[in-house]
């Protein structure tokens, strides 16, 4: 779960180079703009962009972005390995594991990116950036923003804007592929045109085909429900499906209904298919709470069958209401 960090200040023995413009995205975690709802989970590099839209201008929140990238209905499972439960999205779209965010133009903005394997020309790219008063957005770990760097004799470092690895980080620990700058390009699209191909990206997450033995979407979750109700599986390899594997991913239903209550007064239809994300959302969080958060508590077993018993209704509910809200998704673009 992120937390607040505050910038070292100037007494620090070795300072480094922050610019005023972007002392608001050093000062501390980015908006939290579904904390006063309950949402316990903000992935990294989805903030990042969306903090980083907002620094370009960009009236976008983070529960925006998740929604209208897709990745609010994504899912991927795949029994016995937890490789899937990383990204949610297994979908065999080119270089890098986080192409499901890659639709920034709609706002008119595009991508210079540096590789980090070039650590003399990337170093060079984050200066020529921070010092221009424009944020970074990195991969590293779990994904953040790169708002700062220091450089003393033969050692470089950045100030990432992080959780896991917030802080001052060597520039050659940089992982696993670039480096990206936002750079205004165009117009943002017309609302409609947007909310289109924001529902368009939803269905499409929701009912993307299984890449190999990796399930993606509402079949990857009715491949998850299957397996919690058998026996034989005892999860022993995977048991973070069920803790953030699941639960971190499956939250992300708020954002959609979030974004979907935004838009449901000029897109009939819609407003539903929020109250459906919400309810699916409210069960996983109910079934979160009966297998006592998977490793979270140590004194529930999550493969006990009365438990699971338990869990199950929840879990199946859940599923329901995401059929539900897809199929009025559906519904929608078909008009």
Not at 85 to 97: H, N, S, T
Request: charged fraction near 25%.
């Amino acid at each position: 779960m992120t937390t607040q960090h505050s910038m070292p200040s100037h007494r620090d023995a070795w300072s480094g180079h922050v610019p005023d413009v972007l002392s608001d995205l050093a000062d501390g975690v980015y908006d939290f703009d579904l904390a006063d709802r309950g949402h316990p989970y903000q992935a990294g590099v989805p903030q990042a962009i969306a903090a980083a839209l907002r620094h370009s201008g960009v009236d976008v929140s983070f529960s925006d972005f998740t929604a209208m990238s897709g990745w609010s209905t994504g899912f991927a499972y795949q029994y016995g390995s937890i490789e899937p439960g990383f990204m949610a999205i297994r979908a065999g779209e080119g270089r890098g594991k986080w192409q499901v965010f890659r639709m920034v133009d709609w706002f008119g903005i595009g991508y210079d990116a540096c590789p980090v394997a070039d650590r003399d020309r990337l170093w060079d790219f984050v200066r020529s950036h921070i010092d221009a008063g424009v944020p970074l957005i990195a991969e590293h770990l779990d994904g953040g923003l790169i708002v700062g760097y220091r450089h003393q004799e033969d050692k470089r470092e950045v100030w990432f804007q992080g959780d896991p690895g917030f802080g001052w980080t060597d520039i050659d620990a940089l992982h696993p592929f670039e480096v990206v700058a936002l750079v205004k390009q165009g117009e943002v699209l017309p609302p409609s045109e947007l909310r289109s191909r924001a529902v368009d990206r939803m269905v499409h997450y929701a009912e993307l085909p299984a890449e190999g033995e990796i399930e993606n979407g509402i079949a990857a979750l009715e491949a998850y429900a299957l397996d919690v109700a058998d026996p034989g599986k005892h999860f022993n390899d995977c048991r973070e499906y069920f803790c953030w594997a699941t639960f971190n991913r499956l939250d992300t239903r708020s954002c959609a209904s979030a974004w979907l209550a935004k838009v449901a007064e000029t897109a009939d239809g819609l407003s539903h298919a929020g109250e459906l994300y919400e309810q699916a959302a409210d069960c996983y969080r109910q079934y979160r709470l009966v297998v006592g958060g998977g490793l979270d508590d140590p004194s529930i077993d999550p493969r006990a069958p009365a438990t699971v018993a338990e869990a199950l209704t929840h879990l199946e509910r859940g599923l329901s209401a995401e059929r539900a809200a897809w199929a009025k998704l559906t519904g929608y673009l078909d008009r």
